[in-house]
């Protein structure tokens, strides 16, 4: 080699060896590391992310509705109103997320919890006959369990005009209308959580790495993962080995697990979804308006389509956010890359891809009628809502990219699913989670399933702790009234959230 040529080569990176791997800087890995930091504070932990900064795509606070997903007022987690079976786990699920991020505060180790959390009601507003019908249903299923209890419902517009006064003015009061409102529902800043949880590692030595591109996973004969990648600062390549790593790239995530060969997800494939919200920062406007609202989802458009009129509080300042309108595009990430879905695709999924599309001509109708939707008409869809919105104080805003999960099924040979999957390998050292909503509320009881799949030997020792932290753990909130009073009391004292007697 020459000596000019010596001069000009970059320097080699050297190799960094970590106990724990973590791809991608959003909620998931953020939960993950801040869990392991207080379970095995001595292990080494490395977290990988391609942009410029931690939490800058799902779980962004502008990319996300930002609703404490709790069973309340989605109703698409109860399509059947006799079957609550998916809402009562999720509000049980979330009841566990707030003692975790409780036990954190109440440890010193988050400070400021109003930078993430605000109470804020859960609403539902549904219009005509049918689905006043439905929602009368479903409330008399849900208000007999106890975590539902406090639920109130009402076809009284001037009772719903107090609880949204926006959603009343202007409307024509013989249509008939429903409500149901939980006053006890949260607004959650999950790009500020994800920043204090990430403050929970790093206080305990683990290793942030911004601008770092994962490209590459193998494992090794030793057991060890090799972690390849692309510095985007120095362009360098880098190389790490971890004993275990945990991939939650979002929908970055199949293609990763795909590289690393992880078996679990042979025949998997994403279809990408994204969304825009109409904004406005009137302050007149906003601070008449102090709930989530959802509604039904329109004919063929997929369940976390549903409309709804939010109150978003973000950096302390507080906003109104109206959608989602679907848009389409092959990245899986909002910051991706336009070839994105197709590195997903492989000789295993290829069947699976098409007979989910066969299957889903009404959902794909939907989307391209989302495409070429005019302003004027999705500003009506506003106004179905809220009937005296002036388009002078609403504007426009890019949301996050979703990659939705299409997985094998032995009787359609492909099926759509909504929801969030965790995979992880047979040998337990790497895993991953695919999917979307409602990933980000339930992200520490997705976690505590993580270790227990991955780590069985330390698990025991962990589980004083983890029972400490989080005793829905072992004693279910949902199965008695008593326990779900006790626990939003709790938590919602540590958390600065105002809590109310529940109105039975």
Not at 366 to 387: C, D, E, H, V, W
Request: charged residues 20%; hydrophobic residues 40%.
């Amino acid at each position: 080699m020459s000596p000019a040529h010596t001069a000009n080569a970059k320097p080699a990176v050297p190799e960094e060896i970590t106990d724990i791997a973590l791809i991608g800087g959003g909620i998931m890995s953020a939960t993950l590391g801040a869990m392991i930091a207080k379970l095995q504070p001595a292990w080494s932990t490395v977290l990988f992310e391609r942009l410029d900064e931690l939490s800058a795509e799902s779980s962004n606070a502008w990319n996300n509705a930002g609703t404490g997903h709790s069973g309340m007022c989605e109703l698409n987690y109860m399509p059947d109103p006799d079957d609550p079976a998916k809402a009562e786990q999720i509000g049980a699920l979330f009841h566990l997320s707030r003692q975790f991020w409780a036990a954190l505060v109440a440890d010193g180790d988050i400070a400021e919890p109003a930078a993430f959390i605000n109470p804020t009601p859960h609403v539902n507003i549904v219009f005509g006959d049918h689905d006043v019908a439905y929602l009368r249903h479903r409330y008399v299923t849900l208000r007999e369990l106890p975590v539902f209890s406090a639920m109130e419902y009402t076809e009284d517009p001037a009772v719903i005009a107090d609880w949204a006064p926006l959603l009343m003015e202007g409307r024509d009061r013989t249509e008939p209308i429903a409500a149901t409102r939980y006053r006890d529902g949260t607004d959650i800043d999950f790009g500020a959580l994800t920043t204090s949880l990430v403050q929970v590692m790093t206080a305990h030595g683990a290793r942030v790495r911004t601008r770092h591109e994962v490209t590459g996973l193998r494992r090794g004969p030793d057991g060890m993962w090799t972690i390849t990648g692309r510095d985007r600062n120095t362009k360098q390549r880098f190389t790490t080995r971890a004993r275990f790593v945990f991939v939650g790239a979002g929908g970055y995530a199949l293609k990763l697990l795909q590289r690393a060969r992880v078996t679990e997800v042979n025949g998997y494939g994403v279809f990408p979804f994204g969304a825009q919200f109409l904004r406005t920062d009137n302050p007149e406007i906003v601070a008449r308006h102090d709930a989530k609202v959802y509604s039904q989802a329109a004919l063929g458009a997929p369940p976390m389509s549903v409309p709804h009129l939010d109150k978003r509080i973000v950096n302390g300042q507080e906003s109104l956010l109206f959608g989602p309108y679907a848009t389409f595009s092959t990245r899986l990430l909002r910051h991706g890359r336009l070839t994105d879905l197709f590195t997903t695709v492989r000789m295993r999924n290829i069947a699976v891809l098409l007979a989910v599309a066969v299957q889903n001509l009404a959902l794909v109708g939907y989307l391209i009628g989302q495409l070429l939707s005019t302003r004027r008409r999705k500003f009506a869809q506003l106004q179905r809502f809220y009937p005296t919105a002036d388009p002078a104080d609403w504007y426009p805003v890019p949301a996050g990219q979703r990659a939705q999960l299409l997985k094998p099924h032995p009787r359609t040979i492909g099926a759509l699913t909504f929801g969030t999957e965790l995979v992880t390998a047979a040998d337990g050292t790497i895993a991953g989670l695919l999917g979307a909503s409602p990933g980000a509320s339930t992200a520490p009881a997705i976690m505590v399933d993580l270790l227990s799949r991955c780590f069985p030997d330390e698990t025991p020792g962990w589980e004083p702790l983890l029972r400490t932290m989080m005793p829905a753990i072992t004693t279910p909130v949902a199965a008695h009234q008593d326990r779900v009073d006790d626990n939003l009391a709790r938590t919602g004292q540590i958390l600065g959230l105002t809590r109310v007697n529940p109105q039975r």
